[in-house]
């Protein structure tokens, strides 16, 4: 597809079946399809209608925050030299990361739908909390599955979740973590999809949630285009975020698909590049099918998705969404990856030179533009912009239990780019 046909990429893709080239549709049993199609055609229909959009626009603005400024990170792009670097702080959306975009506009569809209940599942919590704030604010319920082993590992998570009103339900067979919550959550759909709406949370799962996430993710990047050009009259040479199930990178992507910009997708290269050290799936990974949808996934040697591991906890999945997948193929978007060792130190770089702490997901992303920047042999300064998704003080105490306060890390980064 050449760049000027990107202009009807948003109409075109996915198409009525949720396919984005090969990639995307809806993997599930006959029960569920049909649930999914009815999702689908309410969404066509509500998320055109003039009080679906006005109201989502209000929440967006006087509930949320938004529009969410472009920053002009000036101080680190001076340390480095020869960039730009421009951060759209998603980490001052309300609750602290761009989850509440998709999460507001779920809940609002649901209400929409006339549905009682708003359910998900959740790893680390970020999305559980999300969504119960989004059920605060609709006066529904809220039932967030979660693995016990989860439940153990994220008590401020779980707390806040209850804090909101919510209830979070343990799940206690297999390796109690997200897989199984998925099951669970899933199943209990299935027990009663007229008064509750599953929520997914991220651009993953079947069709329509690859799509409808995106939709509403999309604000992050029309915002964030307009903004870059009141303040430099151009567009950036290079877009990018970090991308775990890939909703923020879409989210951003999507205002950019049709700029000269190239748009860099960061994964989570972990510990390294052996199975179960990282989760870089689009840069490791092969095709195929799990959570109800096809894209490219790490996989075991049994073909079942394999373990995963990041420290970033909210990167931490072994598939990525279709969409990206499809980017990938066509050669829109490219991925690269960056390690925990330079996403801990970016963390603690911004913290320090910006007064910034973002989120350890975020900070992927400042990595891969610091290295960009570093790597500019071009006269030209390179100018980025970043999706900061989220704000780092959920990840605070196990950065300083694990690494300090990052006097060394910054030493060292004051040394490579002296
Ligand atoms: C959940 C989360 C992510 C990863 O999710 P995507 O769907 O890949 O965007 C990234 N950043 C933050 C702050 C998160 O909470």
Redesign the pocket.
Known sequence: MKSNNYKDYLHSYPDYDGFYGHFGGSYIPDDLQKIMHEIRDAYDTISRSYDFISELRSIRKHYQGRPTPVYHAQRLSRKIGNCQIYLKR??LNHT????LNHCMGEGLLAKYMGKKKIIAETG?G??GV?LATAAAYFNMECDIYMGEVDIAKQAPNVARMKLLGARVIPVTHGLKTLKEAVDACFEAYLKDPVTQLYCI????GPHPFPMM?RDF?HVVGVEAREQYFDMTGEDPDVVT???????????IFSGFLDARSELHGVEPLGRGPKLGDHAASLTYGSEGIMHGFNSIMLKDKKGEPAPVYSV????D?PS??PEHSYLHEIGRAKYFTADDKEAVQAFFVLSRLEGII?????AHAVAHAMRLARENSGSKPLSILV?L???GD?DMDYVIEHYGTGEDEYAQFLKDNA
Do not use: I
């Not at 602290?96 to 989850?99: E, L």
């Not at 970033?312 to 990167?315: E, I, P, V």
């Open positions: 998603e980490d602290g990361a761009h989850k680390a970020q999305h999300a949370g991220s651009v993953v996430v993710q975020a970090c991308v775990g199930g890939g909703s923020n990178a879409m989210g970033a906890s909210g990167l999945y990525t969404g973002p989120a350890l997901e975020s999706n998704s989220g704000r959920k």
